[in-house]
């Protein structure tokens, strides 16, 4: 199908953009990876689409005061390659590399991932896990959300109407990960390479003295948005990791999702997915090939 006629409006900075953000007919377009998709099945029809993809404020990467901040325009192929995200948040550099296609990760962004908050996507699951934070800002200003109170139910989240992401902020340990005792896995099943996955886990460890002291472990493609799996959380700590707490994990894992039926099967299916991505995840990270 092809989309509902729509004016366009290129923002030059983010008050312009606010300003166009003004008209309720309005949509921001970022990589339009999803956007335009949107609008050729008609599920929305904005009058008008505000290309926000030059915005220097929404860009670039840094470190400062133990906070990497990646700009919401970011995309996908920046996340996997960026140096500073590769050493601090080396989950999303590899949860990129499962999304879509090269020509996709080329243009689709974190931003427009999180805004539009596809139950089968990677990030949102990673930057819930990372415990990150979702900075977003509007006329009236800046707002700061927690990654887990943002996602809200099926492909919606907590931006308010003209509200735009303009950055992620993840939680940096003193040292990099890779010498402090934080692991990290995402795993998923999909038909193809490239599609949306039918289920996945992403796990993050912490681990002192070959214990388990704390896990945040997140399902995504099992329910309506990214979910913490806080009974799988609550039977991994104190324990080692190993092929029998591997095992209590899967079995908790039953407690915390009630996966709905989906084009890929019904929630049996699904559950058994979750489990088999679980299970890989926690041993991804067992063998150190995390
Ligand atoms: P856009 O399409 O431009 O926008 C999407 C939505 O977000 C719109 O509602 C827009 O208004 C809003 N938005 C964009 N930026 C902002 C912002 N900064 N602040 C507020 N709102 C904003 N994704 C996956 O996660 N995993 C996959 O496996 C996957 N496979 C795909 C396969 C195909 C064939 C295609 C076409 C897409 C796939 N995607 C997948 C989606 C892709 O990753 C998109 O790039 C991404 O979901 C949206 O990013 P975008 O920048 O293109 O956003």
Do not use: W
Not at 158 to 163: D, I, K, M, S, V
């Amino acid at each position: 199908m092809k989309s509902p006629p729509f004016a366009y409006a290129r923002a030059g900075n983010l008050a312009d953009a606010f300003a166009f953000l003004a008209d309720p007919e309005a949509k921001a377009i970022a990589g339009g990876q999803s956007l335009l998709a949107s609008l050729a099945f008609r599920l929305s029809q904005p009058t008008l689409l505000v290309d926000i993809g030059r915005l220097s404020e929404l860009s670039g990467v840094t470190v400062s005061d133990r906070r990497l901040r990646i700009g919401a325009l970011t995309t996908h192929t920046q996340l996997a390659r960026n140096a500073l995200i590769r050493l601090h948040a080396p989950l999303l550099a590899e949860a990129a590399t499962m999304i879509a296609h090269p020509a996709i990760r080329n243009r689709g962004t974190i931003g427009g991932s999180l805004a539009y908050a596809d139950p089968a996507a990677e990030l949102p699951a990673c930057v819930v896990a990372l415990e990150a934070t979702i900075v977003v800002a509007s006329a009236e200003g800046e707002r700061r959300i927690a990654a887990a109170a943002f996602f809200t139910g099926l492909l919606s989240t907590a931006l308010a109407e003209g509200e735009l992401i303009t950055a992620i902020e993840v939680p940096v340990p003193e040292l990099p990960m890779q010498t402090t005792s934080d692991r990290t896995a995402i795993v998923e099943l999909s038909r193809r390479s490239g599609d949306y996955a039918m289920a996945g886990a992403v796990v993050k460890l912490t681990l002192e003295a070959a214990q388990i002291a704390r896990a945040r472990i997140v399902m995504f493609g099992v329910g309506e948005g990214p979910l913490l799996a806080n009974l799988v959380s609550a039977a991994l700590v104190s324990h080692d990791l190993s092929a029998a707490s591997i095992a209590l994990a899967q079995t908790a894992l039953d407690g915390d999702i009630d996966p709905p039926e989906d084009q890929h099967g019904g929630p049996e299916m699904k559950r058994q997915l979750a489990r088999v991505v679980l299970g890989r995840a926690l041993t991804k990270i067992m063998t150190g090939s995390a």
